[in-house]
């Protein structure tokens, strides 16, 4: 896995994991890899994944099973879209509101340019899902 210096190692490792669930490879009440295993796939300390798991453990995404492994949460994936939600309003979209009205990005043209990107994306899931 190829990590950027803006965040921490650990979280890295849960929004990949919280990719993971909302893409559907791991659903709600589905056994996550161990901790050992999924450090080796993303070649990290199998602390530094511990610390990631702990992390979505405490945020209600994934839970413990002693003796058993790591599950994900019921209601897992309206949580971690809630927390991304609350993290686009607050820290990335002033930016974005900020670089666009710096550029002279109109309301309309940022809305017409939303419109054409949900249009190519259905057209995408068109093709995959006919």
Same mark, same amino acid.
């Not at 994944?49 to 019921?74: C, H, K, N, T, W």
């Not at 209601?75 to 979209?93: C, P, Q, V, W, Y």
């Given at each position: 896995?190829?990590? &950027?210096?803006?965040?921490? !190692?650990?979280? *890295?490792?849960?929004? @990949? /994991?919280?990719?993971? /669930?909302? *893409? ?6 589905? @056994?996550? $890899? ?7 796939? +993303?070649? +990290?300390? =199998? ?13 209600? +995404?994934?839970?413990?099973? @002693?003796? !058993?492994?790591?599950? +994900? ?6 949580? /971690? %879209?809630?927390? %991304? ?8 979209? =002033?930016?974005?509101? @900020? ?15 939303? %419109? ?6 259905? &057209?995408?899931?068109? &093709? %995959?899902? $006919?």
């Amino acid at each position: 896995m190829n990590f &950027k210096e803006k965040n921490s !190692i650990y979280l *890295q490792i849960a929004d @990949r /994991i919280c990719d993971e /669930i909302l *893409q559907g490879r791991y659903a709600e009440g589905d @056994r996550l $890899p161990s901790v050992r295993d999924y450090a080796a796939t +993303v070649e +990290v300390n =199998p602390n530094t994944a511990m610390r990631s798991y702990d992390f979505l453990q405490s945020r209600a +995404v994934i839970r413990m099973q @002693r003796g !058993i492994g790591y599950f +994900v949460e019921q209601g897992a994936t309206g949580r /971690i %879209r809630a927390f %991304r939600r609350e993290s686009f309003m607050n820290d990335d979209l =002033p930016d974005f509101f @900020r670089q666009a009205r710096s550029i002279g990005l109109t309301a309309e043209e940022l809305a017409a340019l939303y %419109r054409q990107y949900n249009a190519t994306l259905e &057209k995408k899931e068109e &093709k %995959r899902h $006919p």
